[in-house]
């Protein structure tokens, strides 16, 4: 008997593989899409396209406006997006990939979220070589004086971060004012903040928002470096640690703020 080849990759249906890739097109779009929109987005023909969503609106996946024809997605879609984000943990899901990409750079990174009294940090994924360092899972970061706190500034609401701030321009001696307006504008405007020293002396920090469902800053990952040993290689590896904190983001169903 002739030796069977191995499968490549597991086998299925094909039909199922296409409407899935349908939906996926249009859950893309900014909002209600028309059939040649779509069409274009999943790579099909129209016909092929028309055929598919016209299952999808049959199972509730997806919807047609009856005033302008253009497709939408459907209550079913909203149920199983719901049921899939019960069933992720957003710490877990940051977790692992900053540390996949601390195992692939060798650089520190820290997670935080912000606690009632201020930021704190959740996870120390130390690098090699590691950063000398006092910091460690569980020690509170300035709001206003680290780059960590500076993202939570801006991507949090006022309300949230009006008394915490309040209570460290108060709690800190010598601490002058600081322009949070300014801050919030230059963090929004560039998508990351950034110190040298000011927090501790010798080490320099990028910090990145990672959202929840409301565009609210969840987690913030701070990628930090010892000046004097460590490459100034951050333009790059900011830019690496972005892509990984979108997509935990979109992992667990965030939204970037307008």
């Not at 005033?67 to 899939?84: K, N, P, Q, V």
Request: charged share 20%; glycine share 8%; hydrophobic share 45%.
């Amino acid at each position: 008997m002739a030796e069977q080849k191995p499968v490549s990759r597991r086998q299925g249906i094909q039909s199922v593989e296409i409407g899935l890739r349908v939906l996926a097109a249009l859950a893309a779009q900014d909002g209600p899409a028309a059939l040649g929109v779509v069409a274009k987005a999943c790579g099909l023909s129209s016909s092929q396209t028309h055929r598919y969503l016209a299952s999808l609106v049959t199972t509730g996946m997806a919807v047609q406006r009856q005033d302008s024809g253009r497709y939408d997605l459907g209550d079913g879609a909203l149920r199983l997006g719901l049921a899939a984000l019960s069933r992720t943990d957003p710490f877990n899901r940051a977790n692992e990939s900053i540390t996949a990409f601390v195992r692939d750079t060798g650089r520190t990174v820290l997670l935080a979220a912000l606690a009632p009294t201020g930021p704190v940090i959740v996870r120390l994924a130390m690098g090699s070589p590691p950063v000398i360092t006092s910091l460690m899972a569980g020690s509170p970061l300035p709001l206003l004086r680290s780059a960590t706190g500076h993202v939570f500034l801006a991507f949090r609401p006022e309300s949230v971060t009006r008394e915490m701030a309040r209570h460290e321009l108060k709690a800190v001696r010598g601490l002058k004012a600081v322009d949070v307006k300014r801050i919030k504008q230059q963090v929004r405007a560039e998508g990351y903040a950034s110190v040298s020293g000011s927090l501790i002396p010798g080490l320099r920090a990028a910090a990145l928002p990672i959202f929840d469902m409301q565009g609210e800053a969840l987690f913030v990952a701070t990628l930090i470096a010892n000046e004097a040993f460590e490459p100034d290689h951050d333009a790059a590896l900011r830019t690496q640690l972005a892509h990984v904190c979108r997509q935990i983001s979109d992992a667990i169903g965030g939204q970037v703020p307008v």
